[in-house]
């Protein structure tokens, strides 16, 4: 395993060192012109009008079938429907599998920041915070109360300076108020169901490799599910396009929310740290179960950042731009977000974390902290000796968080 990050040679005057550019892909910040019929929404709706009421017709189409239909091919038949139609129905978001609930007794300092930006937002209140291991946040609308929630991940969290912090929450919030029809209950809801059935709908998830009984039904049901998947795939990705300008567009909203709260320099400095920091932590924690070090993983992880030299900075901030790179599928450039921020000159914070609050939360966070360390510690030596299984934190589904698989990527 490599002992050291190992930064590359490259050269700041020319750039020698650093990949081509990628073409411009013609992204703006610029919001859409009003009083025009956005003709992209309109087939938004349209389409989650389908996803939604599709269950409402396979289901009476089932009915019929068991009602008039005689013979076991149409009682059969009816099951099918039945089974298609509950799978999808839209079901309530959940957190994270791996993701630990604070409750406002366990952390009462991190609730009073997060009712401040609220405030400041004109936002509902967040009823619930919940931490997680990786170097990312999300928010969300919880069940069918749509609960507002909001996952930290630590690893995230901790590399941040107090006016970073707020800024993070500032944006997680303003997700709830920036009108994004993708985090919105129509539109939202539809995405998640064709996230859900596209992952169900594998044939790979397929019991009976071998088996007689099991090997029969499996090539029967194969090309049906790659039938089925390939329609949804197909749903999704119009439901995808069609929000994908309006959901970039409330995604810089968020961000001048933000820039609103805890000030443009606070937003932009949390989008690089974002950039640059996420390779450093997780070089130190994948590389936790080799190092020689009595240092427990946090205090190495505040390390490696402090010595992180100047240049590679620099060198991951110009790649990240030239390559366009993205916190997630879901949000504008970095580059451009950042632009966008730094143009607002918002000046004032109108939220500050003073350091003994800082000091106080983190206190309130030691025991998921530590928690936490043992778990990514774990993960990493599994990692290490390819034991897939030992992984204490399989990545889960529907999170709008940033990384495929585990966190941190091999
Ligand atoms: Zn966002």
């Not at 405030?119 to 069918?144: C, K, Q, R, Y």
Request: glycine letters at 8%.
């Amino acid at each position: 395993m490599q002992a050291d990050e190992g930064f590359p040679l490259w050269c700041a005057a020319c750039e020698w060192g650093l990949p081509q550019a990628e073409a411009d892909r013609g992204e703006s910040t610029v919001t859409a012109a009003r009083g025009r019929i956005d003709l992209a929404r309109i087939g938004a709706y349209t389409l989650a009008t389908v996803v939604h009421t599709l269950p409402l017709g396979l289901l009476a189409s089932a009915t019929v079938l068991a009602t008039a239909g005689r013979g076991v091919v149409a009682y059969g038949l009816a099951a099918v429907l039945a089974v298609l139609a509950v799978t999808l129905m839209p079901r309530p978001v959940r957190l994270d599998r791996d993701a630990e609930i604070l409750t406002r007794d366990d952390a009462p300092h991190l609730y009073a920041l997060f009712d401040e930006v609220t405030a400041e937002l004109g936002a509902g209140p967040v009823h619930v915070i919940a931490i997680t291991p990786e170097f990312n946040a999300s928010s969300m609308a919880l069940g069918l109360r749509r609960r507002r929630a909001v996952q930290l991940g630590l690893p995230l969290w901790r590399v941040l300076t107090p006016d970073q912090k707020v800024a993070l929450i500032g944006h997680e919030l303003a997700h709830g108020v920036n009108g994004d029809c993708r985090h919105g209950l129509y539109v939202g809801s539809a995405l998640d169901v064709l996230t859900g059935l596209h992952r169900t709908l594998d044939p790979d998830e397929l019991p009976g490799h071998e088996d007689g009984l099991m090997y029969m039904s499996r090539l029967v049901l194969t090309p049906l599910l790659w039938l089925c998947r390939g329609a949804v795939f197909l749903l999704h990705r119009g439901l995808d396009r069609t929000t994908l300008r309006s959901g970039r567009r409330a995604e810089h909203h968020a961000d001048e929310l933000a820039a609103r709260v805890a000030s443009s320099e606070a937003v932009a400095g949390l989008l690089e740290a974002m950039t640059v920091l996420e390779p450093t932590v997780a070089f130190t924690v994948r590389t936790s179960p080799v190092t020689r070090s009595p240092l427990p993983l946090w205090d190495r992880v505040d390390q490696a950042v402090a010595v992180l030299p100047d240049g590679e900075r620099d060198r991951r901030l110009r790649l990240a731009a030239r390559e366009n790179t993205q916190v997630d599928d879901t949000h504008p450039p970095t580059r451009l977000r950042t632009s966008h921020v730094r143009a607002l000159a918002a000046i004032e914070p109108r939220v500050r974390l003073s350091p003994e609050t800082a000091d106080r939360i983190d206190a309130e966070l030691a025991a998921i902290s530590t928690r936490i360390e043992r778990n990514l510690t774990e993960a990493a030596e599994a990692a290490l000796y390819h034991r897939p299984e030992g992984g204490t934190h399989p990545r889960k589904a529907g999170s709008d968080g940033g990384f495929e698989g585990h966190w941190p990527p091999g």
